[in-house]
């Protein structure tokens, strides 16, 4: 297997940037981010971060003793550089990247609240290596976020429906019958259709998009139900290919082929008006409110 040899450098990849944070004896706050960071003990459970001499935070570690070590997340990315290009000389990163500085139980340097896990740290010994200083320091406490909790592991005799989720069919479930009622029994939305036929029609489109709204109730347990649409095309591109589909099949009989008429025929649809459209859609769009109060009543998280 044939080689190149390349000049001493560092080539240990991947590895992943933290945020570490801590507290100067003024009481001031600082983040910087580290690259050279890692474990190299279990048992007292270490970690090793190395830091230049001329970081501003170089001063406050080797004064301090203490320091935390907070995990990344892709909404960090944006704090996790900018830590990593500003200085703690000029800008009080806490502050102007708007992270929560939270207690810490063992150390005086404080957690980032927005990071999922967070590791108190003692210095136990600095190694001056050449460019960057050796924090070796032991583990103090963890936190970890409640969040990445609540999963417990399943067991081969659970049922694959939580309570949460069962909540979520119910409510659903009955709000969609209370608006299919509505829909078929109410003169209103009868007036609404030339004939039986297109009234029905309608119905069959209220269901599909119903269920379609529904997609948007199951993506966070709480409101943030269109947060990371953009990072998700997925999710709205099945959203609009149904809602095509739906359309193109109620007025295929529209087109004057045979194919589009057995189209229409075969699922029994005819087109109908545009007030029957709206309606159908703002009837289905209720599922969303009525869900979040659901969310708010049983089935929410904090
Ligand atoms: C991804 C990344 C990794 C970094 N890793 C280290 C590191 O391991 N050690 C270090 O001294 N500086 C590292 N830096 C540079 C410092 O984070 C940067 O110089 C910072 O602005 C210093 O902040 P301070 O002046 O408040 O101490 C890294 C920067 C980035 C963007």
Redesign the pocket.
């Known amino acids: 297997m044939a080689k190149e040899t390349w000049k001493p450098g560092n080539m240990l990849y991947p590895l992943p ?1 933290v945020l570490v944070s801590m507290r100067e004896k003024s009481g001031k706050y ?8 890692g474990t190299v003990c279990t048992n007292p459970p270490m970690v090793g ?4 001499p001329e ?4 001063r ?1 570690l080797k004064e301090t003793g203490e320091f935390v070590v907070n995990l990344t997340t892709k909404e960090l990315v944006y704090a ?2 900018f ?7 000029e ?1 009080d ?1 806490f502050g102007a990247l708007g992270l929560t500085a939270l207690p810490a139980d063992q150390v005086r340097a404080p957690l980032v609240g927005e990071s999922p896990v967070n590791i108190e740290c003692k210095v136990k010994e600095i190694l001056p290596l050449g460019s ?1 200083h050796l924090f070796l320091a032991q583990v103090a406490a963890v936190h970890a976020d409640e969040k990445y909790m609540d999963e417990k592991p399943r067991r081969r005799d659970e049922s694959i429906v939580n309570k949460k989720m069962m909540a979520q069919i119910l409510t659903m479930g009955a709000w969609l019958t209370i608006i299919s009622f509505l829909f078929l029994k109410l003169p209103f939305f009868a007036g609404l259709f030339a004939n039986e036929e297109q009234h029905l029609t309608g119905y069959f489109v209220l269901f599909i998009v119903s269920a379609l709204f529904n997609g948007f109730n199951v993506r966070d347990d709480r409101f943030g139900i269109f947060r990371g649409l953009d990072e998700n095309t997925g999710f709205l591109k099945v959203f609009f290919i149904i809602i095509a589909v739906q359309f193109a099949i109620v007025n295929a009989a529209l087109i004057p082929f045979a194919p589009f008429r057995w189209i229409g025929s075969m699922f029994s649809c005819v087109p109908f008006g545009i007030q029957g459209w709206i309606a159908v859609i703002l009837l289905a769009v209720t599922m969303i409110p009525v869900d979040m109060v659901r969310k708010v009543a049983v089935g929410g998280e904090k």
């Not at 600082?30 to 960071?37: L, S």
């Open positions: 940037a600082n983040i910087i981010t580290i690259g050279w960071a971060i190395s830091v230049r970081r501003y935070s170089y406050i996790t550089d830590c990593g290009v500003k200085s703690g000389r800008v990163k960057h």
